[in-house]
């Protein structure tokens, strides 16, 4: 199972180079004289099949890897899997290239301020972020699809209970405008949810997934103008819902970044997978 997604792996990554060598050198050519900015656009439209196919066939060696038998350290619990460490980081990477430079474009049109560079270089490195991004995503579908793991999301019947703990986490006032919101009752609940508090499973990780989702499926849509013609009501809103997707985004990191730092030891999971045994039952993490 291993050695064979291994080698599709080792398949998806070469066709992957192949597909951006062949591209660029089409480009390159002369035949077509556009301009920097419009040949990057047009480059990162057309190489967007080819990192989403070798995202799905390294998710695949990540489920395979992630699925091996692990032997648990004594007072340690495993928190994550090497897979999901190096996806983690991954899109980590591709949110520190594309998020400011995004900003930048919105913000810099808005305010008219020119950059001290020129502005397709803002867009190569925001298209870069954006493909490690799309390759992430297709990264960790894959990985979820092949294990079937759903540690992230509260088990089936249970999102009430989920977000019932984790109104009842808040602050009082901001945890029954919530639970109204939820119309649920906010609760204490001394009962671990599991792998993962229940902020994480009945807010962080679903807001996530509709940030993530959102901004991907909208960038997808405008990257498409270039390949092929797209209605302007369509691209109109497509360009709308990705600026405030990444709105959201921004908003999403600061509120992970405040969650995290004030938990080092979560921190440290995501580069070393475990996590004290004394700590998890500590923060009702199972």
Do not use: C
């Not at 301020?113 to 867009?123: E, G, H, Q, W």
């Not at 190569?124 to 992430?136: D, K, M, N, P, Q």
């Not at 807010?203 to 302007?232: D, E, N, Q």
């Amino acid at each position: 199972m291993r050695l064979a997604a291994a080698l599709v792996a080792l398949v998806g990554a070469a066709i992957l180079v192949l597909a951006l060598v062949t591209i660029a050198a089409q480009q390159a050519s002369g035949v077509q004289p556009f301009s920097n900015e419009l040949s990057d656009n047009i480059f990162f439209a057309r190489t967007i099949p080819f990192v989403l196919g070798a995202g799905v066939a390294f998710g695949m060696l990540g489920a395979a890897t992630a699925m091996r038998a692990r032997r648990a350290k004594p007072g340690e619990v495993r928190r994550f899997s090497r897979a999901t460490v190096i996806g983690h980081w991954l899109i980590t990477l591709g949110f520190l290239l594309a998020l400011p430079t995004g900003v930048w474009q919105y913000l810099g049109g808005i305010l008219d301020v020119n950059a001290p560079i020129s502005l397709y270089l803002f867009y190569r490195v925001h298209y870069i972020g954006a493909a490690i991004i799309l390759f992430s995503v297709a990264y960790f579908l894959t990985y979820w699809w092949q294990t079937g793991s759903r540690s992230l999301l509260p088990p089936r019947g249970e999102w009430r209970r989920h977000w019932s703990a984790f109104a009842g986490e808040l602050p009082p006032q901001l945890g029954r405008i919530v639970g109204r919101a939820l119309r649920v009752e906010p609760i204490r609940s001394d009962s671990p949810p599991g792998q993962f508090s229940y902020y994480e499973t009945a807010f962080s990780f679903p807001t996530w997934t509709i940030a993530i989702g959102l901004i991907t499926v909208t960038g997808l849509i405008k990257a498409l103008r270039y390949l092929a013609p797209v209605p302007g009501p369509v691209l109109w809103g497509a360009s709308t819902l990705h600026v405030a997707a990444m709105v959201l985004l921004v908003l999403k990191v600061l509120d992970h970044l405040r969650y995290v730092f004030g938990r080092w030891p979560l921190v440290k999971a995501m580069t070393t997978t475990w996590l004290s045994e004394q700590y998890a039952r500590a923060r009702n993490m199972g």
